[in-house]
């Protein structure tokens, strides 16, 4: 199972990147997506989820109204709009897949994706 992100980079406070993960080797539409993110000294962090079918997303509070989520199953792909961003948006940012079949966890992270937020 392989999961690549991409559409990290540079941008200025107040500005807008586009995230998205591509999965492959695994059945993509039976996993929850999610995003992550680690800031140099601290933990990762969820920043936002999808469920399986689902049609709407789960915010950490602090990307809330900024940030969006979506999937699309037939492509295998779950992309993070972000919008407004601000300098502690800076972070590798992780994307994220998870199911439970029978009491066995499946989960896949990507390698992650730098964005960097200038003041």
């Known amino acids: 199972a392989q999961l690549v992100e991409s559409g990290g980079g540079l941008v200025q406070a107040g500005g807008s990147l586009r995230l998205s993960c591509v999965g492959s080797?695994?059945?993509?539409?039976?996993?929850?997506m999610s995003w992550h993110r680690q800031a140099p000294g601290k933990d990762r962090e969820l920043v936002a989820k999808i469920a399986a079918a689902g049609d709407s997303g789960n915010y950490a509070d602090s990307v809330k109204g900024r940030f969006t989520i979506s999937r699309d199953n037939a492509k295998n792909t779950v992309t993070l709009q972000m919008n407004s961003l601000k300098p502690e948006d800076t972070a590798v940012y992780f994307c994220h897949a998870f199911s439970r079949w029978y009491g066995a966890d499946y989960t896949y992270w990507g390698q992650g994706t730098q964005v960097t937020v200038s003041s």
């Open positions: 080797g695994f059945t993509f539409s039976q996993h929850e």
